[in-house]
């Protein structure tokens, strides 16, 4: 699934460089944090667990998510294997910070 290297396909490749949206830019800064190993306490993880992560992936969820995403879902992985978040914790933020969105967007759509 992860190596298509060779296959027919009559998707076109992107050949240009798009611009990167902050929070991907953030993904990446994460990448960087939690595998360098001068960080306090060494690496949190390695590029090699970030690649098993990734591959991991369901098929139809690999093809549906873009590069960063891909990194997003196995760094999250990643650091609920090893203990670092807690996933129920994590989830309560993300509802929290979903029903904060949507707070700011509707009260912006009334002005």
């Known amino acids: 699934m992860h190596d298509v290297g060779g296959r027919p396909s009559a998707a076109k ?3 240009e460089q798009h611009p990167f949206a902050p929070w991907e830019v953030r993904v990446d800064a994460l990448m960087m944090v939690l595998t360098d190993a001068a960080r306090p306490g060494g690496p949190l993880m390695t590029t090699d667990e970030l690649r098993r992560g990734v591959e991991a992936l369901p098929p139809a969820e690999y093809e549906a ?7 997003l879902r196995s760094l999250i992985a990643l650091m609920v294997e090893k203990g670092a978040i807690d996933a129920g914790q994590l989830a309560r933020r993300v509802e929290a910070l979903a029903a904060e969105h949507e707070r700011e967007h509707a009260a912006g759509a009334h002005e």
């Open 13 to 15: 490749v992107e050949r």
């Open 65 to 71: 998510l873009g590069y960063y995403q891909r990194w």
